[in-house]
């Protein structure tokens, strides 16, 4: 399985963002996937996921403003971000989940000017 993470770029505060993860090598269908996030000094951290179901959870930090879906034609998770805030400013990395094996994407860092 291959991740490939892209989209991220610099947006001032308040704007918005999509940032997107092309899988390949694996039936997409079958895999949970998330978007984590790491700011500099900090621990990486889940930002929102959606399982194989369909089933969607978000951090508290982004209810409200993050949306993650999928597009199981593209084989392509997307995390839409709106109201960014400085906060926010990290790497952001897409990962895949099938039965006990973890994926990684390569990130790609979206910074928040304020």
């Known amino acids: 399985v291959q991740l490939q993470a892209s989209g991220g770029g610099l947006v001032q505060a308040g704007g918005s963002l999509r940032v997107s993860c092309v899988v390949s090598?694996?039936?997409?269908?079958?895999?949970?996937m998330g978007w984590y996030r790491q700011a500099p000094g900090k621990q990486r951290e889940l930002v929102a996921a959606?399982?194989?179901?369909?089933?969607?959870n978000y951090a508290d930090s982004v209810k409200g403003r993050f949306t993650i879906s999928r597009d199981i034609a593209r084989n392509t998770v997307y995390l839409q971000m709106n109201s960014l805030k400085p906060e926010d400013t990290a790497v952001y990395y897409c990962?895949?989940?099938?039965?006990?094996?973890?994926?990684w994407g390569q990130g790609t860092l979206v910074t928040v000017s304020s």
């Open positions: 990962r895949a989940d099938y039965r006990r094996y973890i994926y």
């Open positions: 090598g694996s039936a997409f269908i079958s895999l949970n």
């Open positions: 959606i399982t194989s179901g369909g089933s969607t």
